[in-house]
């Protein structure tokens, strides 16, 4: 066992040691910056303003997305509903004037969808033309005013570049192909059936193409028209016809 005498020796050079060793340690400290309290930094407190205020303004913009989204979709299905009942003389229906091309293209592609769902096809494969527009308005251009041949039945085709309605039993339309125009007088009583004549029209936009079964003749003006029996809608189109009147006022679209 150690005596005490060498216990008291022992602690005094530990003492020593440690003492020497601090003062080292404190003179390295020393040697470095000096320290600092740590304060509130104003750069975290900038940031955390910079964040909620992005964050409500991204909140601010997915309202206004979901708003524009509801009204989108209300104005679409009213449009549709319209659509399946009445039209303007522009050919579409009253609320479809005021939609822009990407709805009035959903408008359309619903439409064609929901022909299918009924059994109906919109793209027949086949329609027989028995005459050219340009050889019917050669051929018939001589008919007096009022004369209408009953005795008489063509098959004519074309694009539709105007819908005029003259009440709900006499539609116009303006059949353009192969650089000519002819007119079609569509009056309920010439047609086949009163429903079918109801349907037909109501399904019929500016620039779809559709085949015409009728006979020759002239309006009580002098406009030589085909008096249809039947008319078939050979290709819808989907998307909204410049207006006649206006032309295409996008210059980007124009352009192209």
Same mark, same amino acid.
């Given at each position: ?11 005094? /050079? ?12 404190? +003179?390295?400290?020393? #040697? ?6 740590? $304060? @509130?930094?104003? /750069?975290?407190?900038? #940031?955390? /303003?910079? +964040? ?11 309202? *206004? &997305? ?11 299905? #009213? ?10 003389? =522009? ?10 091309? =990407? #709805?009035?293209? *959903? ?5 064609? !969808?929901?022909? @299918?769902?009924?059994? &109906?096809?919109?793209?027949? $494969?086949?329609? !027989?033309?028995?005459? /050219? ?5 050669? *051929?018939?251009? !001589? ?17 539709? !570049? ?7 039993? +006499?539609?116009?339309?303006? +059949?353009?192909?192969?650089?000519? @125009? ?11 059936? &009163?429903?079918?004549?109801? $349907?037909?029209n109501n399904k019929l936009r500016r620039g ?21 029996? &039947?008319?078939?809608? %050979? ?5 909204? %016809?410049? $207006?006649?009147?206006f032309g295409l006022k996008d210059k980007e679209?124009?352009?192209?």
């Amino acid at each position: 066992m150690l005596t005490q005498a060498a216990v008291r020796l022992v602690r005094g /050079s530990l003492r020593k040691t440690s003492w020497a060793e601090w003062g080292h340690r404190e +003179l390295r400290l020393g #040697q470095l910056a000096p320290f600092t309290a740590p $304060h @509130k930094d104003k /750069s975290f407190s900038d #940031q955390r /303003s910079e +964040l909620k205020r992005r964050l409500k303004a991204e909140k601010k913009v997915a309202e *206004k &997305e979901a708003k524009q989204k509801e009204l989108s979709e209300k104005q679409l299905s #009213q449009a549709t509903a319209a659509a399946t009942n009445h039209t303007t003389g =522009n050919g579409v229906g009253p609320e479809e004037e005021s939609l822009d091309p =990407n #709805q009035y293209y *959903k408008i359309r592609s619903q439409a064609v !969808h929901q022909l @299918k769902v009924n059994g &109906e096809d919109p793209y027949p $494969h086949k329609f !027989h033309v028995d005459i /050219s527009l340009t050889d019917f308005i050669q *051929k018939y251009s !001589h008919l007096q005013p009022g004369d209408h041949l009953t005795d008489i039945t063509l098959k004519v085709a074309g694009r539709i !570049h105007a819908k005029r309605a003259s009440g709900g039993k +006499l539609i116009f339309y303006d +059949l353009r192909g192969e650089g000519v @125009k002819l007119q079609v007088m569509a009056n309920s009583r010439n047609y086949k059936s &009163e429903e079918e004549f109801i $349907h037909i029209n109501n399904k019929l936009r500016r620039g779809d193409i559709i085949g015409v079964q009728g006979n020759p003749g002239k309006t009580k003006k002098g406009e030589l028209s085909i008096i249809p029996y &039947e008319i078939t809608l %050979l290709s819808p189109c989907l998307h909204m %016809l410049p $207006h006649l009147h206006f032309g295409l006022k996008d210059k980007e679209t124009r352009y192209r």
